[in-house]
């Protein structure tokens, strides 16, 4: 009689050498188990490719010249047991990472429970904070609007008078510009975030905590100069 176990995915950091690890650990549990003839096959996905490597001879993240955006995995047995982790980059669902996931169908409730076990205690210890991004991201991305506004109407207040620009205007443009800052961050911080897959994202993210690092800077010194409240209220 088949055993069935699910597991949902919510928001990890994932690194190469412990994938191939987790892989090889549950490759060899089955073969301890005496499962014979144990298969796996890794497919890695971005926008214009699809590769398929037998689990042992996958390459790094870092030899895949786009983005990492979606790894399956699928270990089988004969036809006794069958095990699929589905990790996904991606915003499938706004409400949440509904396709990232695990299953494992066995013919032995044990050795199926045992192995989501296992397997969520592995993502459990590498769970990230994204999800914040994503559940809240439009306070957040307002939050992060508002400190860029902060900034800008400090900065650059003589040149805002001289242009006799409206102080509402500047506030309803970085309102608007929360929107995208929104899309931004969430490609920016993904659900599944694979350590080393993408140059691109990885150098725009420590861009990112430096931005982030000096308006919160910037924002503390003009509290602590009583200049918030003149620069608001201009």
Avoid: C
């Avoid at 800008?152 to 800052?181: A, E, G, H, V």
């Amino acid at each position: 009689m088949k055993a069935s176990g699910q597991l949902n995915i919510q928001a990890v950091t994932i690194e190469f050498p412990a994938l191939k690890q987790l892989v090889d650990t549950i490759v060899s549990y089955l073969k301890d188990k005496k499962y014979r003839q144990v298969n796996s096959i890794v497919v890695f996905q971005g926008k214009t490719y699809k590769e398929e490597y037998k689990y042992d001879n996958f390459p790094e993240f870092q030899n895949f010249k786009e983005g990492l955006e979606l790894i399956d995995i699928t270990i089988s047995a004969t036809d006794k047991l069958e095990i699929n982790i589905t990790l996904s980059s991606n915003e499938i669902n706004p409400l949440g990472p509904i396709f990232s996931k695990v299953s494992v169908d066995s013919d032995d409730r044990i050795i199926t429970n045992g192995l989501i076990e296992e397997i969520s205690s592995f993502f459990k210890k590498r769970s990230n904070y994204h999800n914040l991004l994503h559940t809240y991201g439009i306070p957040i991305s307002i939050a992060v609007s508002y400190l860029i506004y902060i900034s800008i109407s400090y900065f650059f207040s003589d040149f805002i008078l001289k242009l006799n620009f409206k102080r509402d205007y500047l506030i309803f443009f970085f309102l608007i510009l929360s929107f995208p800052i929104k899309k931004y961050l969430r490609w920016l911080f993904p659900y599944v975030f694979f350590v080393g897959e993408n140059r691109k994202r990885t150098f725009q993210r420590t861009l990112f905590y430096v931005v982030l690092t000096g308006l919160l800077t910037n924002l503390i010194f003009l509290l602590v100069q009583g200049k918030l409240q003149n620069l608001i209220g201009q």
